[in-house]
């Protein structure tokens, strides 16, 4: 399947660099990227903040 994908300039570069030092094409890093996103997906950055209290005069 044909997709379109936008990204920054300089990561595309950086990319393509990436590839041609490992001898990679950009769909197989592209496809590489996104398995490995499913397989390990980032953490939830959901931030809680303990409630807590204290004796004293403050």
């Known amino acids: 399947m044909k997709t379109t994908v936008e990204i920054a300039d300089p990561l595309f570069h950086a990319a393509r660099a990436y590839c041609v030092d490992k001898g990679l094409t950009f769909r197989q890093l592209v496809e590489s990227g996104v398995r490995m996103a499913m397989i ?19």
């Open 40 to 58: 390990y997906p980032t953490p939830s950055t959901n931030f809680h903040l303990r409630l807590f209290g204290f004796q004293g005069q403050g």
